[in-house]
Every structure is written in C-alpha cells, then in structure tokens.
C-alpha cells in the first residue's frame, strides 16, 4: 500500500455513464453475494462430514479425524466472513436502491504530494479523518499475513497463517462500554490518543490456538482492494464506484474488529481459556479499528449532510450484533 498512486491530479474522467457505472455495481454485488453462497456449501458439507463421522465406524474414521472435523466447525461458527461478504454485497446493492444514495456519485480524487494528504471532493470531513487514521490503516495493509513456525522436536519450521493481534496499552473498547455513562457513546471515548497502530505495537499472535487464523488475510485483502479503490483515478468508472470503496472500508474495519473479539472478548469465547494468553492483545487491535471505523463512518455521513447528497453517504452494516437488522 502506497502513501500515493501514479497519478496525482483529479480524474479527468468525462461524466460517469450511468448503464456502465450500474453493470460494474451488478458484478461487485454477484462476486460477493457468490462468496456468501460458496462458505455456505462449505458449511453445509462439512455438517454433512461431521454428522457421518458419528456413525462411521471404518478405520478411517479415528478419533483424529473427528477431532479436526470439529476443530474446522468450530473455526467456521466464530468466523466473520460470511457477514463480511454479505456486508459488502448489501453496499453494492444499496448504493443503487435506497436510502437516497445518488448513483452515480462521481467522487474526484486528488493526492496532494507537498502536505502527503488524500482529498475527496465534497468529503472535507473524511479526507481529515482518513489523513489521521490513514498510517493505521496502512500497516494492517502492509503487515505480512504469514509467518514461520518452529516445530520442537523436529528441527524444522513451518509455515503459518496467525491471527493479527496488538500490544498497545489502550483502554479496551468493552472495558470503555462497562464504565460509560448511559448517554454516551464511542464520541466520547478518548481512545485513539494512544490507540493508533504501529510498527511497534501490530504483529501476529503466537497462540497456538491462532496460528491457522481463517479470517485475517481474506479481510487485509479487502481492506487493500478497497483503499487502492479509493486512490484510483486510472479505471474506467472510478469516479462512480469510489463512494463503494469508503463503505467497503468502514464494513471491513467493523468486520475485522468482531473476528479479533472473538479471541476470547465476545459472549460466544470469553470463557474460552485457550484465549486467556492473549485475549487482551486482540481486544486492543479490536478497539483500535473499531475506534477508526466509528470515527470514519461519522465524516462519511457528516459528509453527505453537508454537501447535500454530493459528498460522502449514509452506512449501516448487520454483524448479526444487537437487535437492530437495518442493513444499507
């Protein structure tokens, strides 16, 4: 992830074409709501293979595999991805449905090399946020989702996909939730004067139980495909479709935050004492994207006050959290 792409000045795109915009908008929407349909096959055969392992009594069938059967179920019920997916098929969808969103929205781009600062037109209070939080987002971009492991006892390594996690001594975001007052909300939480991430303070969790992480690199993946959405100015449609891209990047921030509390920090894990090593190193990852993406999301619909719909948007995901289900 670069601090700039190869053009620096706006687009000098003509005006978006509607037709276009929406047969691009169609296609992001099938890709994931596709995505969403594929881990639901998966999950479906793999009920299917733990529900014949209780009755298989074939040598093949040892208690080893039975084991890793579970292990797999259990990794699938606390994964954020299939909510993930289907947060960013909604964007696709709603962006051109509902909620008075303008579609499409030409939303010109312009990285400014002499303050290093991104600017959106019409999006004065996102493009101030985002410069703020931009460093943050960058290195959960840049940290290598894949490490070496050594094995004891037989002098090798291995190579490991682990859960992301981070050291910073912040307060924890449920920590924050117990103590608030009634009224308040994240606004008031003053965690991000010691909650940025860093070089220093993000690496990969050596817990044993997040050394095969599911989650973290299909989430990096998104997070740079919809940062590199929001720098483009080369692609055909890239005025249209950058307004996807921010909502892209508060639905993955939110999304990753959930998987990281689900390392011992929800209802569902916090009893889990496989966790008890490094829960609170993932509740501080937590609380640092959740923390940008609330600051995000309120420039964004700030934003699209403001500029009268020109600018910026109106957001919500459904992680499943809570009893509200409005999703746009």
């Known amino acids: 992830m670069t601090d700039q792409i190869s ?3 706006p687009s000098t795109n003509q ?3 509607p037709i276009t915009a929406g047969m691009a908008m169609e296609k992001i929407k099938k890709f994931y709501g ?3 349909d594929i881990l639901k096959k998966a999950k479906d055969k793999l009920n299917n293979e733990i529900t014949l392992s209780n009755t298989d009594e074939s040598k093949a069938n ?4 039975r084991a ?11 994964s954020s991805l299939p909510n993930l997916y289907a947060n960013l098929e909604k964007n696709a969808d709603t962006l051109t449905s509902s909620k008075g969103n303008i579609f499409p929205k030409s939303i010109r781009y312009k990285y400014d090399p002499n303050t290093n600062t991104h600017n959106w037109e019409n999006m004065p209070a996102f493009s101030a946020v985002f410069n703020q939080v931009w460093p943050s987002i960058k290195i959960l971009g840049e940290l290598t989702p894949n490490a070496e492991k050594y094995v004891d006892g037989l ?3 291995k190579s490991v996909n682990p859960c992301f996690m981070s050291t910073g001594k912040h307060e924890k975001e449920n920590d924050y939730l117990e103590r608030k007052p009634g009224q308040a909300d994240l606004r008031e939480m003053e965690i991000l004067k010691n909650g940025d991430i860093n070089k220093d303070n993000i690496s990969h969790c050596e817990n044993s139980n997040c050394e095969d992480c599911i989650d973290c690199l299909p989430h990096q993946q998104e997070l740079i495909k919809s940062v590199n959405g929001m720098f483009d100015n080369d692609s055909p449609q890239s005025n249209a479709l950058r307004n996807l891209h921010f909502k892209n990047l508060l639905t993955i921030l939110s999304s990753h935050s959930i998987h990281q509390n689900s390392r011992g920090n929800d209802a569902a894990t916090c009893d889990d004492r496989s966790y008890e090593k490094c829960q609170e ?5 937590a609380t640092s994207e959740s923390m940008i993406a609330h600051r995000l999301h309120r420039a964004y619909e700030q934003d699209f006050h403001t500029s009268g719909g020109a600018g910026g948007g109106v957001h919500r995901d459904n992680f499943g959290i809570g009893n509200s289900k409005e999703a746009y």
């Open 15 to 17: 005006q978006e074409n």
């Open 7 to 9: 053009q620096d000045n």
């Open 281 to 285: 190193k993932h509740a501080a990852l």
């Open 68 to 78: 890793r059967l579970l292990e797999r179920s259990k990794k699938n019920s606390q």
């Open 34 to 36: 596709d995505k969403v």
């Open 62 to 65: 040892t208690y080893e595999r």
């Open 155 to 157: 002098n090798e390594t």
